[in-house]
């Protein structure tokens, strides 16, 4: 017997009112350096110029007062001048770029400033610093096969080539190691000087086949002269059990102009083509924490790589609060990366336990609601995953969560492999493995047991 077919089926569906509303509404615009003091009379041709960029990078509160101006409020300059000297892991480094994306008529709120310049009183007052946070929270050094090459996972390695950024974010999770001193952080220096060290590093690469995966960082790649860092890079394609290489730059943002020099976009290129005749996927990974910090100059610099055949552009920011803990804020950065820089919105980091981060932290509740809100929005490819970097167990999603004690906000996390220090430790993977929530996230009684537990951390009153 022949089965009727359906009864004609009506459409239904349209567009409905969602939380987050799209398309961007935020128009996509260089903004205008000259309206800041210190930068009236810059030229374009100036302001394109990286060593112009470099030469004129905020290094001290004397010289952000001289770029903003009475925007820079001396009640505000005081509050960071006072974290400079009691709270700071990095010192100042702010390229024009990135200063001119903050919002100079309420620098106390905005988002860029929060993360680039500290306050003391932004951060937290009771526990700036959770009591078991630590100067290299992630153990990467103890985990070094040579000094400089971080061999944590089973096929992936982390070659720091060299500790300077072209600007110094305060979250830093390398503040060990990277930058200048400052009154709080005598930084580590490198002993084995540059050279040697990478040549180092690709001994042991060659040594090494379970390794396939290079992630060159530092510092930045952005401060290593191009003619060495194609020359690393290059090396790097030669050894043939290296198949992935991705270059970590926050300079993408935070200096564009640099990839847009000459000299570098024609070493960038030829790395390019070196990668596509050996079969190597050569990918850029660059950090970027809020959609105010996206210009058509990054745009422009982040096109020039898939000219030159490179895999992808990818961005890994950092959840940190008051700067993109809000689901609009990480719905339109994430809409901004992808529509208007061709950035893939790849990971979003929960901000590590480093001291004095704890205003920026937030709970793992708190991430795991932030990645369940974002959900739906973005192509499943795009949509990224927010994961907590659990010290000895490494990147985590934050629902893989094996037990989570909400009172004392200790959650706990198991691991499927060896770290390079683990090799002959027949327990590493039955051992359970903590990560502590801030504690001003905490119920009262959470609070008080800490309190208890480290009474000469808590500042008196």
């Not at 004397?62 to 700071?88: F, Y």
């Not at 309420?106 to 500290?118: F, G, I, T």
């Not at 809000?326 to 820089?341: A, G, I, N, S, V």
Request: charged residues 25%; hydrophobic residues 35%.
């Amino acid at each position: 017997m022949q089965q009727e077919r359906p009864a004609k089926r009506e459409a239904r569906a349209h567009a409905a009112e969602q939380p987050f509303r799209y398309p961007l509404e935020r128009s996509f615009e260089e903004p205008d350096w000259t309206r800041l003091p210190g930068y009236r009379g810059v030229t374009p041709a100036q302001w394109r110029n990286a060593q112009w960029q470099r030469a004129h990078s905020v290094k001290n509160l004397r010289e952000l007062k001289e770029a903003l101006g009475d925007h820079l409020s001396d009640r505000l300059a005081e509050d960071v001048q006072r974290d400079m000297a009691e709270r700071a892991t990095m010192s100042m480094l702010i390229p024009p770029q990135m200063l001119n994306t903050m919002n100079e008529a309420d620098l106390e709120h905005d988002p860029v400033r929060r993360y680039m310049v500290p306050a003391f009183s932004d951060r937290d007052p009771a526990w700036p610093s959770h009591p078991r946070a630590s100067r290299d929270s992630l153990h990467e050094s103890d985990m070094w096969a040579v000094e400089g090459l971080t061999h944590r996972y089973p096929t992936k390695v982390l070659a720091e080539i060299l500790p300077t950024c072209p600007q110094y974010c305060g979250h830093c999770t390398r503040m060990d190691l990277v930058g200048n001193s400052t009154p709080q952080v005598a930084k580590y220096k490198f002993e084995v000087k540059q050279p040697d060290r990478l040549q180092l590093m690709l001994e042991y690469l060659r040594r090494t086949p379970s390794v396939r995966d290079v992630v060159v960082s530092g510092g930045d790649v952005a401060n290593m002269p191009i003619k060495r860092l194609e020359e690393f890079v290059s090396a790097l394609m030669d050894i043939p059990n290296i198949r992935d290489i991705r270059l970590a730059t926050k300079a993408l943002m935070g200096l564009p102009q640099h990839f847009l020099q000459t000299e570098v976009l024609e070493g960038m290129q030829r790395l390019g083509v070196k990668a596509k005749e050996r079969g190597v996927d050569i990918a850029v990974h660059t950090h970027v924490n809020h959609a105010n910090q996206l210009t058509p100059l990054v745009a422009e610099a982040a096109a020039t790589f898939f000219e030159f055949g490179f895999r992808d552009v990818r961005n890994q920011g950092v959840l940190l609060r008051g700067v993109n803990t809000t689901t609009k804020d990480l719905l339109e950065l994430c809409f901004t990366l992808e529509d208007r820089c061709r950035i893939l919105p790849y990971y979003f980091y929960m901000c590590d336990m480093i001291p004095n981060s704890e205003h920026w932290r937030i709970a793992v509740w708190e991430a795991q609601q932030l990645q369940h809100a974002i959900m739906g929005y973005l192509p499943g490819f795009a949509t990224p995953r927010i994961v907590c970097d659990v010290p000895m167990v490494g990147k985590r999603w934050v629902h893989q969560v094996e037990d989570y004690d909400l009172e004392k906000g200790i959650s706990y996390w198991s691991k499927n492999y060896r770290t390079g220090i683990e090799y002959d430790d027949a327990d590493a993977l039955a051992r359970r493995l903590p990560y502590y929530d801030p504690i001003s996230t905490l119920p009262e009684s959470g609070q008080a047991w800490w309190r208890s537990q480290f009474r000469e951390l808590v500042p008196s009153s």
